[in-house]
C-alpha cells in the first residue's frame, strides 16, 4: 500500500509531553492532555497547511474556539477550485499576512483593530495602496465565509466593515505610477532583435490587443479556421470566463499571415508559440553564424542528443518567461546601439495598453472593448491614452 505524504502529523504522548514529527523534527506542544497542548497543535497543522499542499481536515470543531490560522487554510481548501489561480495566489497572500500576525487568536478574538494592524503589516513589507487594500477586502471576505460555516460570529465579521480602504499617502502607503502605452515606434524598433517566434507573439498583441495570457495558452486546434476572410480562436480559462462571459479573438489577413508559419505541420493540441520553438529556432540561428566547421566531439555529442533526448521544454509559454526574453532581448539590443537610439525598457502589458488605445481610435470605446475583452468602463478608466496621443499627433 502507498504511503500517504499527505496526512497530518499525529499528536502523542511522550511520556507527560505531547509532541508530533514533521519532516524528522520532533515538534512539543507542552503537557500532554493540557488545552495550551491543543491549542498548539491545532496552530501547528493549521500552519503547515497553509505553507504546504496538505488535505485539511474536513470537520472544524465548533466545541472550542477555532484559530484565525484554521479558518483561513479552511477558506483556502474550499474555495482552491472554485476560484481563478491568479485570485487564489492573492488570497494565498493576504493570509500569510493575516496568519503571521494573529494566526494563534481564535477567530472571535479578531477585531477591527488587529485588522489593521495586518494592513500596517502589509504596508511595511512594501505592497503598494491597491494591493493592500485588495488583501484587506479577502481577509474581511474569509470572516464571511466563516459566519456562513457557523464558525465566527456575526458581530466579528460586521465589525470588520467599518475598516475602510486606506486612501492616497495614508499611513505611508504608495502608489505605482500608472501603466503607460509603449510606442509602436518603439515596438517595431525592437522587433528585429528577438528570435522569430517571439516576434511573432509580440505582433500578434500588437494587432488584436489581447491578453499576453491568451495567447500563451492558444493551441492549434483551438482557432476556427471556418470563415476564410477571419479566424477566430476562444480562449477557456480567460480572465473574465467566471463571469459567465464569452471571449472572442479574431484574426485578419494579417494576422493569418504572422500565424501560419507556427501551425503548419503542428498537432491539434501543440502550442501555436511554444519554447519548443524558441529552441529550434535559436540553434538554427547558431548553427548558421557558425564560422568553424563542427568538431568531431560536436558531432559525436549531437549523435548521443538525438539518441538519447533530454526532457521536453514545455510545450506553453508564461507570460513571466516572455517578459524576462523581452527584457533580455532589450538589454542585448542596446549594448550595440549608439546612445541616441537606445530602445527603451517596455512591458507586454504596456503592448496591450498601446493596442487598445489604437483601438479605441480607431472603432471608438465600445467596440475596442469588444474586441480585447474588457468593459467599456475598464477601457476609460485604465486602458485608454487616446486624448495623449492625439495631442502628441497635433
Keep these: 500500500m502507498p504511503k500517504l505524504t499527505n496526512r497530518f502529523p499525529t499528536m502523542y504522548r511522550d511520556k507527560n ?5 514533521h519532516k524528522g523534527q520532533r515538534i512539543y506542544h507542552g503537557v500532554w492532555g493540557s488545552p495550551e497542548a491543543d491549542k498548539s497543535y491545532k496552530r501547528f497543522i493549521a500552519n503547515l ?22 479558518l483561513a487554510a479552511g477558506f ?10 491568479s485570485d487564489y495566489r492573492h488570497y494565498k497572500q493576504a493570509v500569510r499576512h493575516l496568519a503571521d500576525a494573529y494566526g494563534e487568536f481564535a477567530v472571535n478574538e479578531f477585531s477591527p ?17 491597491d494591493i493592500v487594500n485588495r488583501y484587506t477586502g479577502f481577509i474581511k471576505r474569509i470572516f464571511a465565509w466563516g459566519v456562513e460555516e457557523e464558525l465566527v460570529n456575526a458581530t466579528v465579521s460586521h465589525a470588520l466593515l467599518v475598516v475602510k480602504s486606506l486612501r492616497e499617502g495614508e499611513e505611508g502607503a504608495f502608489d505605482y505610477p500608472e501603466r503607460e502605452a509603449v510606442s509602436f515606434h518603439v515596438v517595431e524598433k525592437t522587433l528585429p532583435f528577438p528570435l522569430p517566434v517571439y516576434q511573432a507573439f509580440f505582433r500578434i ?28 480562436f476562444s480562449p477557456v480559462n480567460h480572465k473574465t470566463a467566471r463571469h459567465n462571459k464569452r471571449r472572442v479573438i479574431v484574426f485578419g489577413a494579417q494576422e493569418q499571415a504572422v500565424l501560419l508559419p507556427y501551425l503548419e505541420g503542428k498537432d491539434s493540441d501543440r502550442a501555436v508559440f511554444s519554447p519548443k520553438d524558441a529552441v529550434r529556432e535559436r540553434k538554427e540561428r547558431d548553427r548558421a553564424a557558425r564560422v568553424t566547421p563542427l568538431s568531431p566531439s560536436q558531432i559525436a555529442r549531437d549523435k548521443h542528443r538525438q539518441k538519447y533526448p533530454k ?4 510545450e506553453h509559454f508564461d507570460t513571466e518567461t516572455l517578459g524576462k526574453a523581452l527584457k533580455s532581448v532589450i538589454i542585448e539590443a542596446n549594448r550595440h546601439l ?3 537610439e537606445k530602445i527603451p525598457h517596455w512591458t507586454l502589458y504596456q503592448l496591450r495598453h498601446a493596442a487598445i488605445t489604437e483601438l479605441v481610435i480607431l472603432f471608438g470605446e465600445e467596440k475596442a472593448a469588444m474586441m480585447t475583452g474588457t468593459s467599456v468602463a475598464m ?16
Excluded: F
Excluded at 498583441?205 to 477566430?232: F, N
Design 379 to 394: 477601457v476609460r478608466r485604465i486602458y485608454d491614452h487616446s486624448h495623449r496621443k492625439r495631442m502628441v499627433d497635433l
Design 49 to 70: 497547511a497553509l505553507e504546504e499542499n496538505h488535505v485539511l481536515p474536513k470537520r472544524m470543531d465548533k466545541e472550542t474556539d477555532v484559530l484565525v490560522s484554521e
Design 76 to 85: 483556502l481548501e474550499v474555495y482552491e477550485s472554485r476560484m481563478h489561480k
Design 205 to 232: 498583441l500588437k494587432m488584436t490587443g489581447a491578453r499576453p495570457s491568451e495567447i500563451c495558452k492558444m493551441r492549434v486546434g483551438d482557432i476556427d479556421k471556418t470563415e476564410t476572410d477571419h479566424w477566430t
Design 311 to 314: 526532457a521536453e521544454n514545455h
Design 17 to 21: 509531553t505531547a509532541v508530533s514529527k
Design 338 to 340: 549608439p546612445d541616441e
Design 113 to 129: 483593530k488587529k485588522l489593521k494592524t495586518v494592513r500596517a503589516r502589509m504596508v511595511k513589507s512594501g505592497l503598494c495602496r
